[in-house]
Every structure is written in C-alpha cells, then in structure tokens.
C-alpha cells in the first residue's frame, strides 16, 4: 500500500491507497459482469451472429455501434437492442421490451463461437415471436440477476437501471468502504472496512456464496446432478477436504478475488501441499502424483446442453465409471 502523497486534498480514491486492488478488479470477470454497447467486445468481435432453433432464426448484427437481437419465424418478427449483454466468455442478453424483461433464448458460446439455446430453455417451445425472444423474467429476477453481476442497480427496494454501473465495485464486497474513503478525506471518522481476510473457510464460502450459491442454496433450489458444478461453495463443501474453521481451504486460499482465476494447473500445487505435503501429520499423501493435483482430483464437468466447462471443487479421489457424485 502506498500513499499517494501530493494529491490534492479530498481526492484521495481507492486508487491512491489500495493501487493494486484497484488496478486489476475492474479487468476481472467479475469486475465487468455485463457489457454495456460500447463495451460489448464479443459482439463488436462477431458483427453478425446467426442461428435456428424451433423454426424460428436468431440474427444479432451491429450496426452504429449496437447490435440488434432479432427473431423471426411464425408470427412475424421482433427486434430489440441488446444493452445487457450478461458475462464475459459465455453470454446471455437481458433484453426489454414493452416494458417487460426477457433472458433471451439464445446465448453466445466460446467454444463453438457462436449462438445455441441457453442453458435452461431448452424445454421452451415457443409459438410465437415474442416467446422465441426470450424467457420472460419477473421484476424480482431482473433485480436478482443485477444484483450478483452490477452495483447500484437496486436502492430501496426498486430496480433503476440509470443508476446501474456493470460489474462488481469495492463496496459491493466491502461493505463500508465508501465510508472508509470519505474518513480517509478527512470526512467524519468511520470503522474500517472488516477485514474479509480473517474469515474462516466455511464463512468465506457464505459471503462468496451469496452469489456462486451456498450448500443451503443449492438444497432449497433442489439443483441436483451435473447442473450444480457452477455452485463452488457447494461442491467445496461435500469434499473431505472442507475443514470448515481451516483458512487453506477456504476459497481465497485459491483465487484472489482481484484477479482472474490463475488457468495453470500447477499453480495449484502449493495449495493442496499446505495440507497434504506436511510431513507427519494427519493429511495423507499421494500415491499417485505428486504435481497437477487438480488435474485428476477436480475433473473439469462439462454441463448439460451447455457447450462450457467447470471445475468441480468437490475434490476427491475419481474412480472410473461412478458418475457425478450428488
Ligand atoms: C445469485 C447471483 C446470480 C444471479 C441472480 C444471476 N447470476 Fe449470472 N452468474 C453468477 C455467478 C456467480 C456467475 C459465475 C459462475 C458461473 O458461471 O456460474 C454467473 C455467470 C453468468 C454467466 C456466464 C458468464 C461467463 O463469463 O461465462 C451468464 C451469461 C450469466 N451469469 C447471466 C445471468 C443472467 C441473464 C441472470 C438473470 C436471468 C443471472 N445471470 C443471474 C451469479 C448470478
Ligand atoms: C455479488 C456477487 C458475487 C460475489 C459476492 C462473488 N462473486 Fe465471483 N462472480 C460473480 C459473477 C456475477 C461472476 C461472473 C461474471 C462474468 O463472467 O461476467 C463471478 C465470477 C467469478 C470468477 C471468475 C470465473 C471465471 O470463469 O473467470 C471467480 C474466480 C470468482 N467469481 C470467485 C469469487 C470468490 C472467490 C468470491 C468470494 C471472495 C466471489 N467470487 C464472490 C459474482 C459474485
Ligand atoms: C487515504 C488512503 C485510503 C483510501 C483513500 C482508502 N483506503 Fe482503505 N485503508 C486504508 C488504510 C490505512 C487501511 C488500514 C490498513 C491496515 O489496517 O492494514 C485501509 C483498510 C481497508 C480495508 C481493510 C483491509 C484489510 O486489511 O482487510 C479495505 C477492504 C479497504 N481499505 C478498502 C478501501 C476501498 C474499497 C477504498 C475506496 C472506496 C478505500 N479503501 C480507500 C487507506 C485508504
Ligand atoms: C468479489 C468481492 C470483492 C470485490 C469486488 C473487491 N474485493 Fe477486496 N477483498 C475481497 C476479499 C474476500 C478479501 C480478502 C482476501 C484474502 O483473504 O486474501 C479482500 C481484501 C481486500 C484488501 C485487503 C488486502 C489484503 O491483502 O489484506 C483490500 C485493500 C481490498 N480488498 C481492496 C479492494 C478494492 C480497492 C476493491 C475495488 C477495486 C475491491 N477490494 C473489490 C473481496 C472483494
Ligand atoms: C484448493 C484450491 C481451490 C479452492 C479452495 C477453491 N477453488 Fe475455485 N478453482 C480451483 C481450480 C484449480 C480451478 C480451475 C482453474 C482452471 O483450470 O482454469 C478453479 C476455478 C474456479 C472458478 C472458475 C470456473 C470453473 O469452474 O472453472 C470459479 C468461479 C471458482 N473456482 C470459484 C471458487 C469459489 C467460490 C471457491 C470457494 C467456495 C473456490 N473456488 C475454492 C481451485 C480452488
Ligand atoms: C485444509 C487442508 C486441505 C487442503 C488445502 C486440501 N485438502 Fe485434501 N484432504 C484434507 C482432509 C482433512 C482430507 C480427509 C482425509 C485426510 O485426512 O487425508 C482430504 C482428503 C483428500 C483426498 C482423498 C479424498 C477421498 O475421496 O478419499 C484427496 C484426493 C485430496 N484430499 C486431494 C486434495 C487436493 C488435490 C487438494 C488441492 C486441490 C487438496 N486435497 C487440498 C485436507 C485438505
Ligand atoms: C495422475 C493423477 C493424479 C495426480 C496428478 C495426483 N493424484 Fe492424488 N490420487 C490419484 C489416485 C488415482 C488416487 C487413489 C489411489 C488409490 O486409492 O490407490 C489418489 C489418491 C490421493 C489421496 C488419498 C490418499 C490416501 O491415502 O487415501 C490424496 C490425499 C491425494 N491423492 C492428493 C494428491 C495431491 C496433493 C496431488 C498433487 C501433489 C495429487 N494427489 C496428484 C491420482 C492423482
């Protein structure tokens, strides 16, 4: 941490003391969270995306700056501006019309390029163009899917999207620090911002949970089967290795929430050793490996009909032929 001194008076931000953390977040997965137009580099790199489904076709062009959703088939045809394009690699568009909000029925995929149903719709059969558009989403989602991927998008209660900033700000994790920056420019004195890094594992995987859906999440939405590799806190916690109280295992042991996640298997290794390369104590060894460890104890899951990957975090010895445990 450094201070930047010489700045004005009342101009110290983030920036000025935390440099790092506000340097890198913004660029993260979750620091972006939804594209706005001029953001929007998947469609800006893909002008034109087209695709068939239920005899209807999907034609997303850019033209000026904004792409344009399409749908035509039975019916006639509809066509709306894409302003909320959702995620980073993987894509769904929140898109609103007649005063009523839509997940469109088809998101862009990386690893074909291109466009196929959304996870999730597949059982949809639509009869008409606006059933085709999208699934429609009730106010209470739209505000849930702002709420986990943008900061400022509800206030008391109500869904306004002028007030909307995509992505995950300091103060959505960090609960006082707008308070904490004004102290620090000499407004009222305010607590410092908890320190999330003492939390244990079990309560890490609560607050980062909130969004990537806890154990109790997943039971209450009854999400069983290969659908619930997304939900980390989940999987993390049916694994021998979740020491509820041991801080090694919680989920910042292994990401920096400032950073996107390291890709290299290796870069894992010192993580599963702080536990399981302790010579002497109750953490057995490998009789198998002795680098890659995740690369055979958290298979990467591909998910029904969803042409992406995840890591399952419920690691674990895989056996041949068993299945997706749970
Ligand atoms: C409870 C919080 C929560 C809600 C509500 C939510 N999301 Fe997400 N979303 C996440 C998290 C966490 C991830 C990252 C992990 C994953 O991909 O499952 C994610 C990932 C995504 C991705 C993939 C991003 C990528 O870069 O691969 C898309 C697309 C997406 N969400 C769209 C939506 C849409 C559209 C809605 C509303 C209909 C919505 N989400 C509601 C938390 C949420
Ligand atoms: C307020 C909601 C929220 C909280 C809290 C949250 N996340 Fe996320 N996280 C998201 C969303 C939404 C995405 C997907 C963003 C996208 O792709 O556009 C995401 C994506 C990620 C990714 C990137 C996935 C990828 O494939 O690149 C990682 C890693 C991650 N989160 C880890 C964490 C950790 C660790 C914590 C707890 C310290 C945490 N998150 C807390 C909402 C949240
Ligand atoms: C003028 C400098 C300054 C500014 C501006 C500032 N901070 Fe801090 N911040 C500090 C100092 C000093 C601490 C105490 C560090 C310690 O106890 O080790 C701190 C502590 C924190 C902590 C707790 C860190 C921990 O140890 O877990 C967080 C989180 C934090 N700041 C976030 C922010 C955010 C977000 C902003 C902008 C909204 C901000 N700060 C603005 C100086 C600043
Ligand atoms: C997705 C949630 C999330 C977001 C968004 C987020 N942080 Fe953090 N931050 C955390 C967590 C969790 C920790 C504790 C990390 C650990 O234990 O390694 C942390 C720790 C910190 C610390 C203490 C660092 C240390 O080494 O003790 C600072 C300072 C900080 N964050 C600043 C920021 C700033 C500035 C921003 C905005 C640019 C930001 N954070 C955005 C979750 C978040
Ligand atoms: C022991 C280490 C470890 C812990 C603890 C851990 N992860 Fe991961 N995580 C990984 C590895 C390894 C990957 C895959 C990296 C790669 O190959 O791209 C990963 C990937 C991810 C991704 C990217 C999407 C995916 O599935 O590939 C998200 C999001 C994520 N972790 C969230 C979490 C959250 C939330 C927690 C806490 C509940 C957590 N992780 C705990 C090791 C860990
Ligand atoms: C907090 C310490 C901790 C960390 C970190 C940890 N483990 Fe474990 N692991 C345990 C405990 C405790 C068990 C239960 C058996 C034992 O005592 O060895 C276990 C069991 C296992 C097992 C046997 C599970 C079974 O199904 O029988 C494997 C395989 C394993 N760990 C691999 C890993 C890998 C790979 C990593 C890193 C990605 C890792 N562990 C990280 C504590 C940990
Ligand atoms: C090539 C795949 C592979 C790699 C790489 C690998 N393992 Fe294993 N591991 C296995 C298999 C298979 C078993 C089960 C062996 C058996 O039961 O005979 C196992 C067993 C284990 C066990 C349980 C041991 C016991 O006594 O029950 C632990 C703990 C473990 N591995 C941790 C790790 C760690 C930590 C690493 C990285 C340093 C690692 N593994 C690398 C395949 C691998």
Redesign the pocket.
Known sequence: MSLALGAPAGKFTCASCHAVEARTEPKTAMGIGIELPADQEILKAHPKLSYTANGYSYVIERHGGVSTYTVSGPGGAVSVPIRYAFGVRMQTYVLETGGKFYESLVSYYPPIGGLAITMGSERIQPKTPLEALGRPVGMEEVEACFGCHSTGAVAGGKLDLSAMRPGLECEHCHEGAAAHEAAMNGGPAAAMPKKLGELKAED??EF??QC?RTWATVLRMRVFGPLNV?F??YR?ANSKCFLGDDKR???T???DPHED???E?AA?DS??LACHGTAGTRFRKCPVGTRDC?SCH?PKVELPGGHVK??D?M?RVVRAGEGYPF
Do not use: E
Request: net charge positive; hydrophobic share 35%; aromatic share 8%.
């Open positions: 890490m995987s980062c949970g990537h997304r980390q806190p993390l295992i919680a989920c042991a292994c990401h996640p390291v890709r298997t894992y993580k599963c995740a958290m995840f890591t975090h690691i």
